[in-house]
Nanobody
Framework: QVQLVESGGGEVQAGGSLRLSCAAS????????MAWFRQAPGKGREFVAA????????SNADPVKGRFTISTNSAENTLYLQMNSLKPEDTAVYYC??????????????????WGQGTQVTVSS
């Protein structure tokens, strides 16, 4: 069973930056798309950004465009989310996910097969 492990969360002031990492336990598991989702207290899980593994194409949700960047280091088998100009409304638990289905941009959480345990990001005003 593939495990995804997130790290890099924490507390930061508005306008600050954080970089999240997601390490996969296996290098060769079948994945077509990897993504970041987030869930704020009392809200549903929200798509943040996705990356298509075969060509590196990316897609960002409107609330984070121009501020967040999803990337990968395939040699390290790791997915990243660079978050700049953070706002209090970015406060949430952030989850890494992987899908084996060839769907793009795969914004629905229903198509993802593997999930990490989540990492808390708190942005204070």
């Amino acid at each position: 069973q593939v495990q995804l492990v997130e790290s890099g969360g924490g507390e930061v002031q508005a306008g600050g930056s954080l970089r999240l990492s997601c390490a996969a336990s296996e290098r060769t598991f079948s994945r077509s798309v990897m993504a970041w989702f987030r869930q704020a207290p009392g809200k549903g899980r929200e798509f943040v950004a996705a990356l298509r593994w075969i060509d590196g194409r990316t897609s960002n949700a409107d609330p984070v465009k121009g501020r967040f960047t999803i990337s990968t280091n395939s040699a390290e088998n790791t997915l990243y989310l660079q978050m700049n100009s953070l706002k209090p409304e970015d406060t949430a638990v952030y989850y890494c996910a992987a899908s084996s289905r060839k769907l793009w941009p795969a914004v629905s959480s229903n198509v993802y097969d593997y999930w990490g345990q989540g990492t808390q990001v708190t942005v204070s005003s």
